[in-house]
Nanobody, 122 residues
Framework: QVQLVESGGGLVAPGGSLRLSCAAS????????ISWYRQTPGKEREFVAG????????NYADSVKGRFTISRDNSKNTALLQMNSLKLEDTAVYYC???????????????WGQGTQVTVSS
């Protein structure tokens, strides 16, 4: 059974920090690219940060670059999103995503967690 479970969300004041975790099971975690997305009511889900398999290269949305850091520990099947200097506009449900291209067929495996709420408010 494939599973991605996000945790670590909550209420935080502007300028504060929060660390989100994504715990994976049921698939070969170390071979998948891991990304974080976020979504607010009435808006499309948006990319936040991603980390590759292998060399662990990262990329970030411009809105979070310099404030958020994505990392992974393949030995623990876990990915993290460290969020610093949080702003009101960071309020959203944050989702963990795992993707792997399948050789030969052009298909992909694409897995999603159920999300964790982050609320930035004074």
């Amino acid at each position: 059974q494939v599973q991605l479970v996000e945790s670590g969300g909550g209420l935080v004041a502007p300028g504060g920090s929060l660390r989100l975790s994504c715990a994976a099971s049921g698939f070969a975690f170390s071979t998948y690219r891991i990304s974080w997305y976020r979504q607010t009511p009435g808006k499309e889900r948006e990319f936040v940060a991603g980390i590759s398999h292998g060399d662990g290269s990262t990329n970030y949305a411009d809105s979070v670059k310099g404030r958020f850091t994505i990392s992974r520990d393949n030995s623990k099947n876990t990915a993290l999103l460290q969020m610093n200097s949080l702003k009101l506009e960071d309020t959203a449900v944050y989702y963990c995503n795992a993707v792997r291209r399948l050789g030969g067929t052009g298909a992909q495996n694409d897995y999603w967690g159920q999300g964790t709420q982050v609320t930035v408010s004074s």
